[in-house]
């Protein structure tokens, strides 16, 4: 049982002192021997080298194809435009509204941008990055206890899981947030082998960060890493107990420390901070990003309206099989599972502090506390979110995959478990590739056949001389497991299945569930929002929408626009109905942003964008207003904003939730000449609360209607007799449906 239990069998050193002779013995006759524990195979490095060789292709390769959170990108660009954007997360440089996450994410990729220009590739470089430096740790941390067989193995799980690939080519914070976690926990199980504090606090201060990147969800594995420290790190258990409080201050500085910072801050010269109730980040933590996400309907609509907000199916322990996040994350979870109870059955009676079983219950509370959470989360749930259950289940296929290999050879007791462990590993990528109908069909034959042929192969060659034909056996077996994967994976940079790619909602592979609101996996759902047509068609247009210029995430450079309207957002309408795409009267349709968006309705403007001739009136006639306009949403907020590279005001956030924009504030906005156009209207997802309606009524009231004629070339004359210019009139004939610009001054303000 040694063999199976210890990563690098070795014997045990001699305690019997050498008996002293004569004349010393003759060296015997030198014979090959096998490189020493400590020494890497030749072939390591470059395996782990073409691992990450690997991974940069699928992250990077057609990236500016590829349409990135049209959200982040506008708050990146204010972060370039202003420090105290930067600093805040503010969605526009003027600093009215925060995003609704933690800025950590949007520092990083600000800097970047700030240093090489702000695109595509400048904000995705540190991203792409970090993404690889997960896998590095991820190996170093397995190796260290496994080998280096398994840190391969484990390299490769992790750079070929779909849905860390289509999230690890978008700019959302997620892949940040695994790469802090992953190296918060690497450094815990080093603090747990070699009793030191340092690494202890690093660790600390990694998951701090994470949570500085997306708040609560950085603590999912936190009870996991500070219980395995408990109980099998080497000090004391009192010197445990110190250092375990010790790693908690560092934990509480490296988290709250921005919270801290914004509360020191006076209300009225911070910007509201967005998926709050009350503008605080305090509300945002307890609230939206925290029980909100678990419980739903906590905080600022942070509920999804339940059921996990509809883009990954109904809550449940079973929902990280179904149709929506089946393809993205559940390949390997059955293998991972039978790996960890098989290794730590294999653990046996190991001292309290045995590091194999330290990694185990680490990596293997690391998956069960992700999965859990995400299975059974009530609130918002992305499918992109269960990306972090990847180093888990990577690092138990290769650790408990090697333990189940050598109880294999060494143990007959063991003969079956791995073999059927396969056997269900390639059962269930054929039920996932049958899924997805008319794709690749040749595919899942391939993976039963070769699974076959290589689980006979185990049996065959599992004793005698026979090690070459074992090795590629279990070369056959990891190849037929992650062959699924891998095809979904490249999908997303080869843009082979429709559906593969949406910069609000990244998925990989074919389109083969409703994720609940009717878009497909790969179907552009709205950013935690409202999707609705969506489907094959709609992911289909997010990936050919991409970047016009390519290389700018906003599909157009700042103060341009282009005459494509893709037609994501319009998928993505509130309501679940498409507005018209095409062009907006008097002038043609701006892209905006990442996966584009589609420009209608009336005054010029849409649900995400402006015309090019509107959009040049308002910069002509902004008359040093620090806002160029105001809209009801964050949508559409940062289509404008990345269309004109101007400051644009979200009133009430990316779901029309958010408090920030009063009446009273507004009047003063307008007053101080600070703000003179609004827009109300076209499809604004503000709507409801007394503050909407008290907005709506008085700028109505006060405010004079831009006409058509006043900024379209292309307008007809005669419909001026038909448009009135006094802003009472315009206010009856206003709907909700339609988009309407106006214009307030000092003078409006009584």
């Known amino acids: 049982m040694t063999s199976a239990t210890d990563p690098l069998p070795h014997p045990p050193a001699s305690t019997d002192r050498p008996r002293p002779t004569a004349t010393p013995t003759p060296a015997p006759p030198s014979t090959p021997t096998a490189p020493p524990p400590d ?35 506008a708050a990146v660009l204010s972060g370039t435009q202003s420090w105290k954007a930067w600093f805040f997360g503010s969605l526009d440089a003027g600093n009215f509204l925060t995003v609704d996450k933690p800025p950590f994410a949007l520092m990083v990729m600000g800097l970047s941008c700030r240093v090489f220009g702000f695109g595509t590739w400048q904000m995705m470089l540190p991203l792409i990055l970090t993404a690889l430096g997960t896998i590095w740790i991820l190996h170093s ?55 030191r504090l340092l690494p202890l606090l690093g660790s600390a201060a990694c998951f701090g960060l994470a949570f500085n990147t997306k708040m609560l969800q950085g603590y999912i594995a936190l009870p996991a890493v500070f219980a395995v420290y408990l109980y099998a790190a080497k000090p004391r258990l009192v010197k445990r107990l110190v250092n375990l409080a010790a790693a908690a201050v560092v934990l509480a500085v490296s988290s709250f420390w921005w919270a801290a910072a914004v509360s020191l801050v006076p209300a009225d010269e911070r910007p509201y901070i967005g998926g709050s109730t009350d503008g605080t980040a305090w509300n945002l933590i307890t609230g939206y990003n925290g029980l909100g996400r678990v419980l739903g309907g906590e905080g600022n609509g942070g509920g999804g309206g339940g059921g996990g907000g509809g883009f990954s199916g109904t809550a449940g322990i079973g929902r990280m099989f179904n149709d929506t996040l089946g393809g993205q994350i559940s390949w390997l979870i059955p293998f991972a599972a039978v790996a960890l109870v098989g290794g ?29 959470t995400f299975a059974m989360a009530e609130g918002t749930m992305h499918p992109y979110y269960t990306t972090a259950l990847a180093p888990g289940i990577a690092a138990l296929c290769g650790g408990g995959g090697l333990m189940l290999l050598r109880a294999f050879r060494a143990d007959r007791r063991w003969v079956w478990v791995l073999p059927l462990a396969l056997a269900v ?49 279990v070369a056959a077996a990891v190849v037929a ?32 569930g409703s994720g609940g609101f009717g878009g497909g996996a790969g179907g552009g759902g709205g950013r935690g929002g409202f999707p609705g047509t969506g489907g094959e068609q709609a992911g289909q247009d997010a990936q050919a929408g991409g970047q016009a210029d390519g290389g700018r995430p906003g599909g157009t450079p700042p103060g341009a626009a282009t005459d494509d309207a893709a037609t994501d957002d319009a998928a993505t309408a509130p309501g679940g109905t498409a507005p018209e795409s095409g062009t907006a009267p008097g002038g ?10 589609a420009m209608g309705g009336g005054g010029g403007m849409g649900g995400g964008g402006a015309s090019t001739e509107l959009l040049s009136y308002l910069k002509k006639n902004q008359d040093g207003a620090k806002w160029l306009l105001a809209v009801s949403s964050s949508q559409s907020a940062a289509q404008l904003i990345l269309s004109s590279g101007e400051p644009v005001i979200s009133m009430w956030g990316w779901s029309g939730s958010d408090n920030a924009m009063t009446l009273a504030r507004l009047k003063e906005l307008v007053k101080n000449g600070e703000l003179h ?35 379209s070339t292309s307008s007809s004359t005669t419909s001026d007799s038909t448009s009135t210019s006094t802003s009472t009139s315009a206010s009856t004939s206003t709907s909700t449906s339609e988009s309407t610009v106006y214009r307030l001054d000092a003078s409006d303000v009584t």
């Open 141 to 195: 941390s397995v190796k260290r206890v496994w080998g280096h067989g398994a840190a391969a193995v484990a390299a490769l799980v992790l750079a070929l899981t779909p849905i860390t690939v289509a999230i690890n080519r978008d700019n959302n914070p997620d892949t940040l947030l695994v790469f802090l976690m992953v190296g918060g926990a690497a450094l815990a199980l080093r603090a747990v082998h070699n009793g």
């Open 344 to 372: 730590l059955v294999l653990c046996g009676r190991a001292p309290r502090t045995d590091l194999t079983r330290a990694a185990l219950v680490m990596w293997g509370g690391w998956t069960a506390l992700h999965y859990l």
């Open 588 to 597: 043609t349709a701006t892209g905006g942003g990442p996966g584009g968006a």
């Open 39 to 73: 020494k890497a195979p030749r072939w390591s490095l470059p395996a782990l080298l073409a691992i990450l060789v690997l991974a940069a292709v699928l992250y990077g390769w057609n990236l500016s194809g590829s349409g990135l959170n049209s959200f982040y990108s």
């Open 677 to 711: 156009y609004i827009q109300l209207g076209g499809g604004g997802m503000g709507g409801g609360s007394t503050a909407t309606s008290e907005v709506t009524e008085w700028v109505q009231k006060n405010g004079t209607a831009v006409k058509e004629s006043d900024y």
């Open 425 to 473: 590993t390639a059962g269930w990528a054929i039920v996932l590739l049958r899924r997805a109908s008319g794709w690749n069909p040749w595919l899942w034959p391939a993976v039963g056949v070769v699974m076959a042929l290589a689980i006979t192969g185990l049996f065959v060659f599992r004793s005698g001389n026979r090690a070459r034909l074992l090795a590629a056996s």
């Open 481 to 512: 497991s992650v062959a699924g994967p891998a095809a979904y994976a490249w999908s997303v940079p080869s843009g082979s299945a429709a559906g593969a790619m949406s910069g609000t909602n990244p998925t990989a592979g074919p389109t083969t």
